[in-house]
């Protein structure tokens, strides 16, 4: 795990006006939710630290994008945003705590924590290897508890600040190791409202339904604005207006929900 960039201007100490600070997990693309999850926050007047694993990028379809992670510390940077990115295999049960450890260091503690990452390989149930389903509740699953638990022992905000939230997904016909493991993530999570409740944070989930981040096939993109109400894909910043609005002191009162984002699609 590395720290591999900062968007601090050398003029810019710690005792600057403090800001929230929000750790966003898996933004690697500069299409995907978690960039637009960092950047509707520092638009909102938080401080981000995101991480991405550029393996998982690799492997996929779309490929690695080096230069997402610099680009998108630039934009955080130009929002008044301070930033950190580390590279973290949240597959390793010992990254979230070197993770808070090395965010802390750059920019002190967390208040929100809104985790985007994922391990995501399409497959059923006849053809689905051990070796992918325990990789996917690795990532999705454990590496979620984990996180959570991190968080949970280091948070040091006033009571009602605190926020936690998920990405999930009900998509499991033909995606078994993705769909089941993040409805264990789902779970974890929603415990999360009541077992931290006495530290004063929320926990909530969001479900953004299919999302164009650049994986559809054009005819994948027709069939599914046709089946959705408004008549179009879902976007990267719907998810992310809902996770700024959850993190303001106006969306404090949502706690506990698995909140379904996605147009009318059902």
Same mark, same amino acid.
């Given at each position: 795990?590395?720290?591999?960039?900062?968007?601090?201007?050398?003029?810019?100490?710690?005792?600057?006006?403090?800001?929230?600070?929000?750790?966003?997990?898996?933004?690697?693309?500069?299409?995907?939710?978690?960039?637009?999850?960092?950047?509707?926050?520092?638009?909102?007047?938080?401080?981000?630290?995101?991480?991405?694993?550029?393996?998982?990028?690799?492997?996929?379809?779309?490929?690695?994008?080096?230069?997402?992670?610099?680009?998108?510390?630039?934009?955080?940077?130009?929002?008044?945003? #301070?930033?950190?990115?580390?590279?973290?295999?949240?597959?390793?049960?010992?990254?979230?705590?070197?993770?808070?450890?090395?965010?802390?260091?750059?920019?002190?503690?967390?208040?929100?924590?809104? +985790?985007?990452?994922?391990?995501?390989?399409?497959?059923?149930? +006849?053809?689905? $290897?051990?070796?992918?389903?325990?990789?996917?509740?690795?990532?999705?699953?454990?590496?979620?508890? +984990?996180?959570?638990?991190?968080?949970?022992?280091?948070?040091?905000?006033?009571?009602?600040?605190? #926020?936690?939230?998920?990405?999930?997904?009900?998509?499991?016909?033909?995606?078994?190791?993705?769909?089941?493991?993040?409805?264990?993530?789902?779970?974890?999570?929603?415990?999360?409202? #009541?077992?931290?409740?006495?530290?004063?944070?929320?926990?909530?989930?969001?479900?953004?339904?299919?999302?164009? $981040?650049?994986?559809? $096939?054009?005819?994948?993109?027709?069939? +599914?604005?046709?089946? $959705?109400?408004?008549? #179009?894909?879902?976007?990267?910043?719907?998810?992310?207006?809902?996770?700024?609005?959850?993190?303001?002191?106006?969306?404090?009162?949502?706690?506990?929900?698995?909140?379904?984002?996605?147009?009318?699609?059902?």
């Amino acid at each position: 795990m590395t720290d591999s960039q900062t968007g601090r201007h050398p003029d810019q100490t710690r005792q600057a006006p403090e800001r929230p600070l929000a750790l966003v997990t898996g933004a690697g693309r500069s299409e995907g939710i978690a960039a637009s999850v960092a950047e509707g926050l520092a638009e909102a007047g938080w401080d981000v630290a995101f991480t991405y694993w550029t393996p998982y990028d690799e492997r996929m379809q779309w490929g690695a994008e080096p230069e997402a992670p610099g680009r998108l510390t630039k934009r955080l940077a130009e929002l008044g945003a #301070r930033s950190t990115a580390v590279e973290a295999d949240l597959s390793d049960p010992s990254a979230p705590g070197a993770l808070f450890d090395a965010v802390e260091g750059a920019l002190g503690k967390v208040t929100a924590l809104v +985790l985007c990452h994922c391990e995501s390989v399409d497959s059923g149930l +006849l053809d689905t $290897t051990v070796e992918s389903f325990d990789l996917h509740f690795a990532v999705n699953t454990r590496a979620t508890w +984990l996180l959570i638990r991190e968080y949970a022992t280091r948070f040091r905000g006033p009571h009602g600040t605190g #926020r936690i939230i998920a990405l999930t997904s009900d998509h499991t016909v033909g995606n078994l190791p993705y769909g089941a493991s993040k409805g264990a993530l789902d779970r974890i999570t929603l415990a999360a409202a #009541r077992e931290l409740a006495h530290l004063g944070v929320t926990a909530n989930v969001i479900n953004p339904g299919p999302t164009d $981040t650049g994986w559809m $096939t054009d005819q994948l993109k027709r069939d +599914l604005a046709q089946a $959705t109400p408004l008549g #179009r894909l879902g976007l990267p910043r719907d998810c992310a207006n809902l996770v700024t609005f959850l993190c303001s002191d106006q969306g404090g009162w949502i706690n506990g929900q698995l909140l379904q984002s996605n147009g009318g699609l059902a």
